[in-house]
């Protein structure tokens, strides 16, 4: 059976084989292994592409939220808001600097975090708000910034908003945002990478400072830190995919569009539900998501699993219903948007070298799922 997978690696690496061969080859001769002239390129290559006036490589997008968490001072005894919606990470980055998460609900279409809602969250031990920019397109951070109290800090999770925009500003423009560069993200590394980004050169200091075991200086520890610092070998492989990322964004959205047509019978009939676009965002559909509502989701997802097409689904447990976070008191009911997403969400195969032939024919094994 010919798989079409829910990202493509292979594809994406044959585009950029060639030059990563060649980019290792010169890491290797010059063992510039952590850190090195790759590194540094790459991170202004990526702040001039993100709009943002530095870019700081670290190890991990789950270290670059907690890097800046950290850089704007949240620690023990803070508390953040976030969505229930979102990856766990999001929420271990809060926990890991020693605060509490709060959680707020999401909007019922497009899933990104509910402004008014964490307003609501916000108390008086809140330190900041992280919107979350989900499957491709960003939350509300300006209008959300200027109705919290001054004490309180976005930084904003662009883990999956590589490339967007809302009304035209960038995530970490005028603010500060971390970013995952996990090999299945829209610019995606060979392995676990990440960066912060931020307008402020004190911040992507301190940043740099932390992640460096407290300094940049060898042997000079100005600040409690730790060890998240980006390889040459994955800036490598990030500088090669970035010369390629406006060109793959531009597909998925062709892609996405393409979606929207094919499916277009399958939601006027009320079985799926077509994912909404928020006003003022350019978006990158890191993830194409509609709602199962004429089917059980899970049985779908096997169907079509079973038929060789990699449909997923992110997530499929809300922050609060997960072990993990049961300590935070919150029961079923509590979130109904994030809940009732959780039930009925599902990721379709989207990738830039992804076929209209390959399209239609997980259109057909939906539309045949959802007969079944």
Same mark, same amino acid.
């Given at each position: 059976?010919?798989?079409?997978?829910?990202?493509?690696?292979?594809?994406?690496?044959?585009?950029?084989?060639?030059?990563?061969? +060649?980019?290792?080859?010169?890491?290797?001769?010059? +063992?510039?292994?952590?850190?090195?002239?790759?590194?540094?390129?790459?991170?202004?290559?990526?702040?001039?592409?993100?709009?943002?006036?530095?870019?700081?490589?670290?190890?991990?997008?789950?270290?670059?939220?907690?890097?800046?968490?950290?850089?704007?001072?949240?620690?023990?005894?803070?508390?953040?808001?976030?969505?229930?919606?979102?990856?766990?990470?999001?929420?271990?980055?809060?926990?890991?600097?020693?605060?509490?998460?709060?959680?707020?609900?999401?909007?019922?279409?497009?899933?990104?975090?509910?402004?008014?809602?964490?307003?609501?969250?916000?108390?008086?031990?809140?330190?900041?708000?992280?919107?979350?920019?989900?499957?491709?397109?960003?939350?509300?951070?300006?209008?959300?910034?200027?109705?919290?109290?001054?004490?309180?800090?976005?930084?904003?999770?662009?883990?999956?908003?590589?490339?967007?925009?809302?009304?035209?500003?960038?995530?970490?423009?005028?603010?500060?945002?971390?970013?995952?560069?996990?090999?299945?993200?829209?610019?995606?590394?060979?392995?676990?990478?990440?960066?912060?980004?931020?307008?402020?050169?004190?911040?992507?200091?301190?940043?740099?400072?932390?992640?460096?075991?407290?300094?940049?200086?060898?042997?000079?520890?100005?600040?409690?830190?730790?060890?998240?610092?980006?390889?040459?070998?994955?800036?490598?492989?990030?500088?090669?995919?970035?010369?390629?990322?406006?060109?793959?964004?531009?597909?998925?959205?062709?892609?996405?569009?393409?979606?929207? +047509?094919?499916?277009?019978?399958?939601?006027?009939?009320?079985?799926?539900?077509?994912?909404?676009?928020?006003?003022?965002?350019?978006?990158?559909?890191?993830?194409?998501?509609?709602?199962?509502?004429?089917?059980?989701?899970?049985?779908?997802?096997?169907?079509?699993?079973?038929?060789?097409?990699?449909?997923?689904?992110?997530?499929?447990?809300?922050?609060?219903?997960?072990?993990?976070?049961?300590?935070?008191?919150? +029961?079923?009911?509590?979130?109904?948007?994030?809940?009732?997403?959780?039930?009925?969400?599902?990721?379709?195969?989207?990738?830039?070298?992804?076929?209209?032939?390959?399209?239609?024919?997980?259109?057909?094994?939906?539309?045949?799922?959802?007969?079944?």
């Amino acid at each position: 059976m010919n798989q079409i997978p829910l990202v493509d690696l292979k594809a994406a690496h044959e585009e950029v084989a060639d030059e990563v061969r +060649t980019g290792f080859e010169r890491v290797l001769a010059d +063992t510039a292994f952590v850190g090195g002239e790759e590194v540094r390129r790459f991170e202004r290559e990526y702040a001039e592409f993100g709009d943002v006036a530095h870019c700081v490589g670290v190890a991990n997008g789950t270290d670059a939220l907690e890097l800046a968490l950290r850089a704007v001072g949240v620690g023990a005894g803070d508390e953040v808001v976030l969505p229930a919606n979102t990856f766990i990470a999001t929420a271990g980055a809060v926990s890991r600097t020693g605060a509490r998460p709060v959680l707020a609900d999401c909007l019922p279409d497009g899933y990104l975090l509910d402004p008014q809602a964490a307003l609501d969250a916000v108390g008086p031990a809140t330190r900041a708000v992280v919107p979350v920019h989900l499957y491709g397109q960003c939350a509300e951070v300006t209008g959300l910034a200027g109705r919290l109290p001054g004490r309180v800090r976005v930084v904003e999770d662009a883990a999956q908003s590589q490339g967007a925009t809302r009304d035209g500003r960038s995530p970490g423009s005028g603010g500060i945002a971390a970013t995952s560069f996990y090999p299945g993200k829209n610019l995606g590394a060979y392995g676990d990478a990440g960066a912060v980004l931020t307008d402020d050169e004190e911040l992507a200091g301190l940043v740099r400072a932390i992640a460096n075991h407290g300094g940049v200086a060898k042997y000079r520890h100005d600040v409690p830190g730790f060890n998240s610092r980006l390889d040459g070998l994955q800036a490598v492989v990030l500088r090669a995919k970035l010369a390629r990322l406006a060109g793959g964004n531009a597909a998925r959205r062709a892609a996405a569009a393409h979606y929207d +047509t094919l499916l277009a019978d399958l939601a006027a009939a009320g079985r799926i539900v077509l994912p909404a676009t928020a006003a003022g965002n350019i978006h990158v559909w890191h993830l194409y998501v509609v709602q199962v509502t004429g089917a059980d989701r899970d049985d779908v997802v096997g169907k079509l699993n079973a038929e060789g097409i990699g449909a997923g689904v992110h997530y499929p447990a809300p922050v609060h219903l997960t072990p993990a976070y049961r300590h935070l008191g919150h +029961t079923r009911g509590d979130f109904p948007n994030a809940e009732q997403a959780a039930e009925r969400i599902l990721s379709l195969p989207l990738y830039p070298q992804i076929t209209p032939d390959q399209q239609q024919r997980v259109v057909d094994a939906l539309a045949d799922a959802l007969r079944g």
